[in-house]
């Protein structure tokens, strides 16, 4: 194989990883907003930590987004 279409492919392979990462974010909030529907009274006291949960998510997406633009570029 071809050493660039190989990098090429790397990065491709790479970018599952950022959707993955929406997906992830998209499924914390909307079930959040789900069980804060269920019960109002407990909501303020997870938001916080849907936040976290979204920050760990994105957090795994740069990183993948990082490991893309560092195969496409140093190596």
């Known amino acids: 194989m071809d050493p660039v ?3 090429y492919l790397g990065a491709g392979l790479t970018a ?3 959707g993955a990462a929406a997906i992830g974010v998209g499924l914390i909030f909307g ?4 069980g804060a529907l269920r019960n ?3 909501s303020d006291a997870q938001f916080g ?3 976290i949960g979204a920050a ?3 957090g795994l997406g740069i990183f993948s987004f990082l ?3 560092l195969l496409l570029f140093v190596i």
């Open 40 to 42: 109002p009274t407990a």
């Open 67 to 69: 490991v893309a633009i």
């Open 56 to 58: 760990l998510a994105e």
């Open 16 to 18: 599952i990883g950022m």
């Open 31 to 34: 079930n959040f907003l789900s």
């Open 49 to 51: 930590r849907a936040f």
């Open 5 to 7: 279409a190989a990098k």
